[in-house]
């Protein structure tokens, strides 16, 4: 069993920054890949970014020049920095741990809470 929390969201004016973190634990061993999901009202739930520990990131093209993934494997932690928040990147984020290595939330078996980013314009 894999347990994840998340933290770090919160309400800010547009242009400003937030910083989410994922802490693991548990079986760690058994989820190579973790991933951020991001879910607005009414709309499902989209990945919007991957990591595979040290061997490779992916972040979705219409936010990779404002926002980053990383992860520090010590802490078993996952970050996603947003910088240069817009409203429209009011959702509620999740982290998501599993197997592969994908944007498909189905191949995901371990999932946090969320944690919601309100941006106001």
């Known amino acids: 069993q894999v347990q994840l929390v998340e933290s770090g969201g919160g309400s800010v004016q547009a242009g400003g920054s937030l910083r989410l973190s994922c802490v693991a634990s548990g079986d760690i061993k058994s989820i190579p890949s973790m991933a951020w999901f991001r879910q607005a009202p009414g709309k499902e739930r989209k990945g919007v970014a991957l990591s595979n520990g040290d061997r490779a990131t992916s972040i979705v093209d219409s936010v990779k020049d404002r926002f980053t993934i990383s992860k520090d494997s010590a802490k078993n932690t996952l970050y996603r920095q947003m910088n240069s928040l817009k409203p429209d990147s009011t959702a509620m984020y999740y982290c998501?741990?599993?197997?592969?290595?994908?944007?498909?939330?189905?191949?995901?078996?371990?999932w946090g809470q969320g944690t919601q980013v309100t941006v106001s314009s």
């Open positions: 998501a741990a599993g197997l592969r290595f994908s944007w498909c939330s189905a191949t995901y078996t371990y």
